[in-house]
């Protein structure tokens, strides 16, 4: 499960969703966009609706990939204890397991998320490397010996969403940071082209 606004699904998310395929050996990858992150409250996200075709454009026709959209279903702000809690059950079997795959930019801040210690109970923690977010899995084990973090390896890409939004904002070309099809659903839509958020 990787979870996310993706406001907007860029080529980083996609990069990383693969590393996390092969070396977690997965049987399927959930992309989870948040209806509103609590840690993102101090601006406003994309439309749920935008969101969700964005991701069902990057992942088209790959079947490891599919969109779990409860959060997005669900009113209020998304927990991801709250779906875990309902993914682990309504739709797995008793030793199946699951992963929660998060940047290293999230997992330094994890202990500040509701109930994260409840989380590492539904699910192991995957990292995947952020540039700019540079973690010692050694220092951060020892910060956190409760946690059990399984290190992805993954090229550093300089890529985010909100460098995308400002490219947007400011008339730049965003070819190559997103998919194709997902490049042109921004600009048939008018995504971004606001001020910069």
Known sequence: MLGGTFDPVHI????????AWEQLKLDKLLLVPAA???????????AA?????MLELAVDGDPRFELYLNEIERPGSSFTVDTLRQYRGSRLSEGDELFFIMGTDNLAEFDTWKDWREICKLARIAALNR??????????????PELDVCWIDMPLIGVSAT???????AGCSIRWLV????????????LYAGPAS
């Not at 509103?36 to 994309?46: D, F, N, Y």
Request: positive net charge; proline residues 4%.
């Open 163 to 169: 460098q995308i939004r400002r490219s947007r904002a």
């Open 179 to 190: 998919s194709a099809e997902v490049e042109r659903y921004i600009l048939a839509n008018g």
């Open 12 to 19: 980083g998310h996609l990069i990383g969703a693969q590393a």
């Open 49 to 53: 609706r935008h969101r969700v075709a």
């Open 36 to 46: 509103r992150a609590p840690h993102k409250l101090e601006r406003s996200i994309g």
């Open 131 to 144: 540039q700019g977010f540079d973690t010692d899995p050694a220092e951060f084990e020892r910060q956190f």
